[in-house]
Each structure stands twice: as C-alpha cells, then as structure tokens.
C-alpha cells in the first residue's frame, strides 16, 4: 500500500510539473506577504517529495537561491517549512545535495539545527541525517566542518523517539563514512557530551535505539568496560581518550 500511496503522490506532482506551473511558484518565494509566501513554500516542498527527476524540475527553476532568506525567515512556520523542504533535498541524488551545498544553505541548516524552536530543529535533524545517509564521504565531511555534530548531539536527550533514532543513524552513518578522521569524529562527540547522551541511550525503552548506541559505542569508543542496565542487558562503558590526534583534526 506504500508503494500505492507513493505512485499516487508522484502522479499528482507530475501533473503540477506537466501544467507548467513550478517556476511560478518558484518566483512567488519572494514574495513578502506571508499569506502568499506559506502555500509557495509548502507547494515547492511538495514536489521535492517526488522522485529525484521531479525534485530536479523544482531546482532547475532556481528555487534554492530563495532558500537563504527562507531559512533565515522572522516567521518560524516559514523556516520550519523551508528546512522541511531541504530535507526532502538532502534524500536525493550527490549533485542535488551538491547544489544545496553550492548555495551555503548548509551552515543555516546547521544553525536551525541548533537554535531553532522543536519543530524545525526536528525537520533539520531530517536534513543532515538524509545528508549523511545519500552524500558523498566529501559532502559528509563537509556537514562536520559546518559544526552539525553538537547540534546532533544535544538533540539526543529530547523524548521523540523517531528523531533521536533518526540523529543516532547520521551520527553512525557519519562513523562509518569518514573512516580516515574516525578519531577526530569521536573526539568531537566526546568534547561536545554526545558520547554521556549516547551512553544514557543504551537504557532507551525502545530497542532499536539502545542497540544502536550500544553498537556505536562498541565499534568506535575504546573502552571495553562493559556493565548491566536494570534489565540485565550489556551497557558499554567509555574512558575517554580526548587528545586530539598528531597533526590536528581534519574536519
């Protein structure tokens, strides 16, 4: 039935793209009336939910270049959308993460991430974690030097379940990516309290999160001090290790 549902929602934006009708509301992203603005942000977001062919339909109208005044906007419904829509971005191809990158959307990214009111810190979450799930090692390593990491981290402790699995998987996925600086990853996890978050999560009620930061802690922490939770389930016990390496971090 999902992928029913998918086909139907890629028809219905296929016939928005077919009327001829994108780069008109791509122009409309400037406007300044918020009564106009909120519906062409949200249908420019629709359409980036497509497939990677019809997201590319909204980008070659040049919909990014209004991104930097969008994520920056005084309205948080209009920022929140706008992060919305670059995370739709960022779960597409290299070369569309690559424009958003090319466009220094990025480091506003980041910034939502770290300061903005919970729901669009929850869609920036969506927008760095699909970064490092479909970006290259480059692109990934690139979302670290932008300073996400902390912001990830200090998002582990909220109680949404959905996002902090989602943060658990880009910081892995960032583990496993940027294999050459892995100690410099985890020194910055360290040094910003990630690594307490990510210990406290091996006592999550949900199991897929706690195995997940049992598994990290497993594989890329030193320590092998293991104890028991209240369950009488293994927990990974880490003895930092903070000097930073011979000839600094690459980040």
Excluded at 39 to 65: E, F, K, M, Y
Excluded at 117 to 124: G, H, L, M
Excluded at 183 to 196: A, K, N, P, Q, V
Excluded at 209 to 225: H, R, T, V
Aim: aromatic share 6%.
């Amino acid at each position: 039935s999902c992928a029913w549902g998918d086909a139907h929602l890629c028809e219905k934006i296929q016939m928005v793209i077919n009327s001829g009708v994108t780069p008109y509301l791509v122009e409309h992203l400037a406007q300044s009336d918020v009564r106009v603005l909120t519906p062409a942000v949200r249908a420019v977001g629709n359409i980036v939910t497509g497939s990677a062919t019809q997201t590319q339909t909204a980008l070659d109208s040049g919909c990014l270049s209004y991104f930097p005044a969008l994520l920056q906007h005084h309205k948080e419904t209009i920022k929140k959308e706008a992060v919305w829509t670059i995370s739709n971005i960022t779960a597409g191809t290299k070369d569309q993460i690559q424009a958003v990158i090319d466009h220094n959307l990025i480091p506003l990214v980041v910034n939502a991430l770290a300061t903005a009111d919970f729901n669009t810190q929850k869609e920036a979450a969506w927008s760095v974690s699909n970064m490092t799930a479909n970006g290259s090692p480059d692109q990934i390593s690139y979302l670290i030097r932008q300073g996400a990491v902390p912001g990830m981290c200090n998002l582990l402790s909220v109680r949404d379940p959905q996002i902090v699995q989602v943060l658990l998987d880009g910081i892995n996925n960032m583990l496993e990516t940027c294999k050459q600086d892995t100690d410099s990853l985890c020194t910055i996890i360290e040094d910003c309290g990630g690594l307490d978050k990510i210990e406290e999560l091996q006592k999550h009620q949900n199991k897929q999160i706690y195995k997940l930061a049992f598994d990290i802690i497993a594989k890329y922490f030193s320590s092998e001090d293991y104890i028991e939770n209240e369950d009488g389930e293994e927990q990974f016990n880490f003895q930092a290790n903070t000097a930073a390496p011979e000839g600094g971090f690459k980040f």
